[in-house]
């Protein structure tokens, strides 16, 4: 089933629309502001993957380039993924979190470096 995407031309929010039937005249309409000035967006192509696929898809090391256990943000970067590899909306709180583990980092390096 085709999903097209368009773009406000008003507010600039993109929003999406299932179109079962594709012969049938369609006319667009924000989904934040209402207005009905839009335009069509090219969108990417979505593939869903089965669980099985996206849990090989975490195992595999290769897929790992760039993680270092020691820097909050690729932590972060990583939590991110394999929540949205799993399905999961981590949420808010998990970028709050995350946000303030980066600040942490970067208090205690200013810290050491005062010390010396």
């Given at each position: 089933m085709p999903i097209y995407e368009y773009r406000c031309d008003d507010c600039g929010k993109i929003s999406e629309f299932l179109l079962i039937k594709t012969d049938e005249t369609f006319t667009p309409q924000c989904k934040r502001?209402?207005?009905?000035?839009?335009?069509?967006?090219?969108?990417?192509?979505?593939?869903?993957?089965?669980?099985?696929?996206?849990?090989?898809?975490?195992?595999?090391?290769?897929?790992?380039?760039?993680?270092?256990?020691?820097?909050?943000?690729?932590?972060?970067?990583?939590?991110?993924?394999?929540?949205?590899?799993?399905?999961?909306?981590?949420?808010?709180?998990?970028?709050?979190m995350v946000d303030e583990a980066v600040e942490e980092e970067r208090a205690s390096k200013s810290d050491e470096t005062l010390e010396d």
């Open positions: 502001c209402k207005s009905k000035k839009m335009s069509r967006v090219l969108s990417r192509v979505r593939v869903i993957l089965s669980e099985e696929s996206r849990m090989e898809s975490l195992a595999d090391p290769s897929k790992w380039g760039g993680l270092d256990e020691k820097d909050p943000k690729s932590m972060a970067k990583w939590m991110k993924r394999m929540g949205k590899e799993l399905g999961e909306d981590m949420g808010e709180d998990v970028d709050q």
